[in-house]
């Protein structure tokens, strides 16, 4: 197939979201066999270096053989924000044209698609100051108390959060209290204008979630099996995190850090709570797909998936 602009002018790109354990990367790369595209994820964990098993990051071979933007590019020492991707993700499809090809993303941090798609709002810096008070708040009263206090102030940003997202807490009730006003508000207002591409979005749901509930129960059981947790182990040993960092909050990767803190007793709770946190996850990242980043929906569970997402890929493309 070769490339051409579209018949609206605009170039085409695509964009494969789905939750955790839906079969975005096996699809991904099932399109990447059939037509020119290059791969730019869309994750939020895979940027750290070093941690593949408790990202399912694909493996070297594939990587070599469909290679991907935006994989293994900083340290888990390191911070990655939602204003970087929207540069590196921008920049990558630039490339990725630049090379006779047609930019394929594919991920699950759903924020990431919303910087890109809609912009950025220009929020205030934050203020170390005003981050420890917060902190002394949650010390003394707990997180879920601030949760309920940021629930009072904006409504819209507290029912996206846990109770226990200390980081996204602290960061909008340090916004309301700087600005004076909801980081929803501010977030509305600021959104800026997309890119000049045409998007095909293709949204992979589960028909029934108790099924995908089972795919994700077995994969973080292979996780484990396969060395997350010594994998976790080597991370501390080679890098100096802590558990505050966006990397060790990972889902999986938080899990085992309280077992080897002893923070959980046995490995079957592990097990328990890596399950149920990755669910949880898997549930945020569907209201995102059901709320706000609208798309083709197409069933995840579907034997016939791959055949039919390629059929319609072909449709856009031509």
């Known amino acids: 197939m070769t490339l051409s602009a579209t018949q609206a002018g605009a170039p085409p ?6 939750p ?22 869309v994750d939020s964990a895979l940027v750290f270096r070093d941690m593949d098993i408790g990202t399912a990051k694909p493996d070297a071979a594939t990587l070599a053989e469909f290679p991907h933007h935006l994989v293994d590019l900083i340290s888990p020492e390191e911070r990655y924000s939602a204003a970087r991707f929207q540069a590196d993700a921008l920049a990558a499809m630039a490339k990725i044209r630049a090379s006779g090809r047609i ?11 919303k910087a890109l798609l809609e912009g950025l709002a220009d929020l205030p810096p934050a203020d170390p100051d005003l981050r420890a008070e917060i902190e002394a708040e949650a010390a003394q009263k707990g997180w879920p108390a601030l949760h309920a206090e ?33 980081l929803s508000a501010l977030l509305a207002e600021g959104q800026g204008r997309p890119p000049p591409d045409r998007f095909l979005r293709i ?27 010594e994998e976790v182990e080597r991370l501390r040993q080679r890098y100096a995190l802590s558990p505050d960092l966006p990397a060790m909050r990972s889902v999986g990767y938080r899990q085992v850090w309280e077992w080897q803190e ?3 007793a046995t ?28 798309g083709e929906v197409f069933d995840c569970l579907d034997n016939a998936l791959a055949t039919r997402v390629v059929a319609r890929v072909a449709e856009f493309l031509d």
């Open 13 to 18: 790109a695509i964009l494969l979201m789905g």
């Open 20 to 41: 955790t354990a839906s079969g975005k990367t096996g699809l991904a790369l099932e399109l990447a066999r059939r037509f020119p595209v290059g791969i730019v994820s």
């Open 103 to 113: 930019p394929l993303l594919v991920g699950g941090t759903m924020l990431y698609y």
């Open 150 to 182: 940021l629930a009072r102030l904006d409504p819209v940003t507290a029912a996206r959060l846990a109770p226990g997202d200390r980081q996204r807490i602290q960061r909008a009730l340090e916004i309301c209290r700087i600005a004076g006003r909801p």
């Open 203 to 229: 949204a992979l749901l589960p028909s029934a979630r108790a099924v995908l509930h089972e795919r994700i129960a077995r994969r973080f059981q292979a996780m484990l099996q396969a060395g997350l947790i």
């Open 262 to 264: 002893g923070k959980i």
């Open 267 to 294: 490995r079957a709770e592990l097990t328990n709570r890596g399950i149920f946190a990755t669910r949880q996850l898997a549930k945020r990242q569907m209201t995102w797909l059901s709320n706000t980043l609208t």
